[in-house]
Every structure is written in structure tokens, then in C-alpha cells.
């Protein structure tokens, strides 16, 4: 887990999670299969790409791809972003990492969004931009909400994306208790991602109540087990949504585990859910 920059968890702003993030399995090792340069060039690994999303970024995502690295790695000078400032482990745990959860929509298996309406996506608690901005550079049509609690963070990306002429990306500053609250927010977007947040029903009570109905949730998991997912099915159907995929993979340089839970919603959210800031870690579904 990457700090949030306060080690004191009963002052935190946010819940210090307990669960592994999906960047940091122990063991493994940054890749040899693929180019690795080390002047802060990311490797384009097209052929990668292609085998493993059947799909490889354009030119101009690439470049923007780019930019957004560069543009992290000045951040971190200042900012706990991240730890992963290598160029091909940035690509694979970060980049990668990021766009392999949404392979089902860069395939075109699933469409993003109603027909004929800009398609909404919000990434919670998006830390230095993962998975959101990688989304907002590859589905230039979504409009993106990247929301964090940790101001000075959401202050760097609003001026990163401003920097990268990202004209279909927002910040916010907020809790997702709070959030899914709110008019603004709730029952507002098609898609919701949640990556490194917290266990798993907790990302999911985060995350639902702001999924319209017949939207999508996309956990980003490391390891995943039996009782999670019984746990897991039980919380979804109290949020209104059920579990419609649960895909295992591996990363393609590292070989780390990781999988995506893909929940539907299917009918409305319990207006108290989620609940009032930090009861969910404190006292997580179901
Ligand atoms: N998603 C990013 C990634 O995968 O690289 C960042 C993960 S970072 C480990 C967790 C982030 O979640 C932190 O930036 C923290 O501020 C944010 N966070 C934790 N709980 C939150 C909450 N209840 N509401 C909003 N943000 C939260």
C-alpha cells in the first residue's frame, strides 16, 4: 500500500486499508520480457497490448501516456504518488494495470454509457490518477471524475490534466461516503473503478450508490478468495447490484495476480447506504 502521507491512522483523513493493492505482490520482479528503457522513455510494448487487450494505443495516446508519466515524476518530487517511477514497471502496474479492466469496453464488447449521452466515469480515491486519467486518455468521449480526500493530491491533478489539455476530466475533493450522497453524484455515473481503496465490500459500498441503474462497477483486486466472494455477493445484492464477472489474469511482464470484479447494478441503492464517513471500514458489509 502506497502512504497517503500520514502514518497516524486514527488521524488520517481517510480509512488505512488493510488490503494488498494490486501494485505491490511481493516478488515480483520488473519484467525482462519486454523493452525496458531507462532514460524515462516508456516502452511502447505494442505487441504486448495487442495480446493481451486486442488493443494497442494510437500514436497520440501513446505520447499522452508519456506525458502523464513524466508529469507523475515531477509530482512525486513533492508528493507521496507513487513508488513505481521505473519505466516499465510504471507501464506494467500502473498503465497496463490500469487499462486491462477495461478490456471488455476498449474491445467494444460493452458499450460505454447510454446511447447518444456522454458517458460518465468516476475512478474513487484515485491517489496520483489510477486508473481514471489512463481511462480518460483512452475513451476521449467519457467524461472522467477522479475523486480523493487528500486535497493536495486532487490539486496536483487538477493541474496535471489541465497541463495534458484533458478537457473531459474533473477532480474532487471528497470522501465517497459523502459523495454518494449527493445529488450530484449519486446514481450519476455508467461506470465506477476503484483500485487500492480498502477490502473489497468496503470499495463496493463506495462505489454502487453512485453506479446508475444497469451501470457498472469494476473492482481492481490482487488476490481474491472464496470468502470474499461470498462476502462480496451478499454486500451487492444489499447495494442493489450483483456480481456478473470475476475475471483472473495475470500481469504480463511480473506474472502478479490480479482480478477484476465486475458488479451490475440492477436496482436502486438503500438510501443509507453508503453510510456516514468511515462506518464502512469500521464496520464493513455485510
Ligand atoms: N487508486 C490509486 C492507485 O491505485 O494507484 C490510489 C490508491 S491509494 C493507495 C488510496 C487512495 O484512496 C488514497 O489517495 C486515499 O486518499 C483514497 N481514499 C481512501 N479512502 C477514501 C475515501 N473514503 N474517500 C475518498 N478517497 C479515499
Redesign the pocket.
Known sequence: ??S?GNSNPSTSP??Q?TTP???LATGESAASAASAPTNGTLPENSELWQSTLGWQPSQAEQAMLQRLYQGILEGNRKLNL?RLTEPTEFWEK?LWDSLRALRPWLQGQLSLGKQEQTPKII??????G??GIPAAIVFPQAQVTL????RK?MVFLQQLVAEMKLSNVRTVT????ASGQKEGHRDKYDLALI????PTTVCAE?CLPMVRYGGMAVLYRGQWSVEEAEDLKETALLLGAEVVDVDAFETPLSQGTRHCIYLKKIAGTPDMFPRAVGVPVQSPLP
Open positions: 500500500m502506497e497517503n481517510e480509512p486499508s493493492t494490486t501494485e507513487t500502473h475512478d474513487i480515491g484515485t491517489g496520483g489510477f486508473p475523486l480523493d480526500s487528500t493530491k471528497d470522501r465517497a461516503e483500485r487500492a481503496v480498502g463506495y
